[in-house]
């Protein structure tokens, strides 16, 4: 059978999250239906990562096995009348050879976590953002950021329901940068690494704005990685302002498509 990858951008807040359940909607559920509106199922597709309930993709990525053989953006676009009115969308698609997994052939996931520091309420960018209605320290985000770097024990970082074997990571890239948009201010929190624990990346977030806020100085992110203690970590960033940005393969699935 014909694999396809495929890349998903969608908004996370109507969804359960990415994976399949019984009694909640789910963007997997939801692509694999479509799928079934193409060809009779059952469909199951892999993606690259799972993401929680009310997280954001750019640009996730799957795969699925179909029976026909289906021109790449012909699929695309069939999928995308099917998933309609769902705020889901297919932005490429490729054949790919049958040994190839969204998940394991990934060297890279790429995150971005957006902050609105406005004081109006966000409107256009309500369930997109998180707003903390202050201004934060960059500087002092950056230099807690610095401890974070690297390959280590993430314990203190990690959701009590992981189900990773092991909590050592290696984190590959953590920028902060204040972008001005044209709803207002937003730090933007860009991260990089071959993969991440359940609720790391806002677990770093939240930690961080205690340091831009002024409650921690930025050495205390480093004695909370030591600690290898879950008490020892900031609040939880809220899900609806992150985004899974990208998925980095050793040869790009997508170079070429439309």
Known sequence: MPRYAIQVE?????????QRQVAHPSVQATIEAALARLETGPHRIAAAGRTDAGVHALAQVAHCDLAG????????????YHLKPDPVAITACARVAGDWHARFSAIERRYLFRVSTRRAP???EAGRVWQVRRDLDIAAMRAGAAHLLGHHDFTTFRASICQAKS???T?????????????GPEIHVDLAARSFLHSQVRSFVGTLERVGSGAWPPDRVGAALRARDRTACGPVAPPHGLYLAGVA??????????
């Open 69 to 80: 053989d289906w021109p790449p953006h012909r699929l695309a676009e069939a999928l995308n």
């Open 167 to 169: 909590p050592v990571k």
């Open 171 to 183: 984190l590959d890239r953590l920028d902060i940068a204040c972008v001005e948009t044209v709803t």
């Open 122 to 124: 966000p409107t256009l």
């Open 249 to 258: 393969y050793p040869e790009d699935p997508f170079a070429g498509s439309a």
């Open 10 to 18: 969608y908004d996370g807040a109507p969804f359960s999250g990415w």
